[in-house]
């Protein structure tokens, strides 16, 4: 499971829920797999999957300018906890002419407008997911929820395509 690191219910600050990299912590899949195979417990990489979210979190902004990984927020936007399915998402993004943003450093998406912040994975992040588990040697992925994905299962597609 390398998703719910980050949530507007634990942090006062934006980040990503499901970061692949994320240097300086401990809060990403890869520091994950790497303990597990480095730890001398003796689990093989190819015995190990991923878990990737169809799913984000949304923060509200403290000020609408300030809007990358780190920026001050005051709690859940969007709905009580925050929580979003990508169908949901993607809806948002459109009806509200949000900016999408890609983070390769990180391995994450994130969009924002006005003083909404939505951390989530979208077809780059979730492509250079299972990049990795491929490069790794890895078993495989498992998706948290595929219901949340789109109609036109964009995510499940994009994590088939790159298997």
């Known amino acids: 499971m390398a998703y719910d690191f980050n949530s507007p219910g634990r942090s006062t600050v934006t980040g990503p829920p499901a970061a692949l990299y994320n240097p300086g912590t401990q809060l990403s899949g890869d520091y994950g797999i790497r303990s597990w195979t480095q730890s001398g417990s003796g689990i093989p990489s190819n015995k190990l999957v991923l878990g990737l979210p169809f799913y984000g979190y949304a923060w509200r902004l403290v000020a609408a300018n300030n809007h990358g990984f780190s920026a001050p927020a005051s709690g859940p936007a969007v709905s009580p906890k925050g929580e979003l399915g990508y169908g949901q998402i993607k809806n948002f993004i459109s009806a509200n002419r949000a900016t999408k943003v890609y983070d390769a450093a990180v391995g994450s998406n994130y969009c924002y407008a006005g003083t909404t912040w939505i ?24 998706a948290w929820h595929v219901g949340a994905d789109d ?13």
């Open 119 to 142: 951390g989530y994975d979208d077809t780059e992040s979730i492509r250079a997911k299972v990049s990795y588990v491929k490069q790794n040697g890895l078993l495989g992925y498992f």
């Open 151 to 163: 109609d036109g299962r964009t995510l499940s597609r994009a994590a088939a395509s790159e298997f």
